[in-house]
């Protein structure tokens, strides 16, 4: 049950049972916000096409940091405590997302697991979107992402 150790159930039928926080966070930050209309197309293969004009900020991390690549099309990360909808493939070292109307700038975190304002989002549920277990999200996170040690009044 070594997953309890980040505050993850280790199996669903613990889920509830057992008080757990969750001791993790994955975040980045925004590297680029820019306006894109309707028709637009995006990602690898240009594979993505705009239905309608959006404001897309791209975030500096992908599938090799761990990010799994089948996550765009049930995926949200939290910026400004909201949730935004990925849009595009995850490619190999940037996601993109729809920031709707929030204003998002170049340097602003985005939250991929953890809490963000009052929203979260655990590896549980990103491992219940994907159809695996919250082990393979937490084992997966790549060795390019910092690990940073934080106290219980730092998080």
Same mark, same amino acid.
Do not use: F
């Given at each position: ?17 057992? +008080? ?8 980045? /930050? ?37 990010v799994?690549?089948r996550?765009?099309?049930?995926? +949200? ?6 949730? $935004? ?5 995850? /490619? ?16 602003? +975190? ?11 989002i ?16 937490? $084992? ?11 106290s219980?009044?730092?998080?």
């Amino acid at each position: 049950h070594g997953v309890a150790l980040y505050g993850l159930p280790p199996s669903d039928a613990l889920t509830g049972r057992v +008080e757990l926080r969750p001791a993790m966070k994955l975040w980045t /930050t925004v590297s680029l916000v820019k306006r894109l209309r309707a028709g637009e197309r995006l990602s690898y293969g240009l594979r993505t096409t705009l239905g309608r004009d959006a404001t897309i900020a791209t975030l500096p991390i992908g599938y090799a940091d761990g990010v799994p690549r089948r996550w765009w099309e049930p995926g +949200e990360v939290l910026i400004h405590g909201e949730k $935004c909808k990925i849009v595009g493939v995850v /490619t190999m070292d940037q996601l993109m997302v729809d920031v709707g109307d929030l204003p998002v700038q170049a340097g602003d +975190e985005a939250v991929l697991i953890g809490s963000q304002g009052a929203q979260e989002i655990s590896a549980t549920d990103l491992a219940a979107a994907l159809d695996t277990i919250n082990y393979e999200i937490t $084992c997966g996170i790549g060795s390019r992402v910092e690990r940073v040690q934080a106290s219980a009044d730092q998080r």
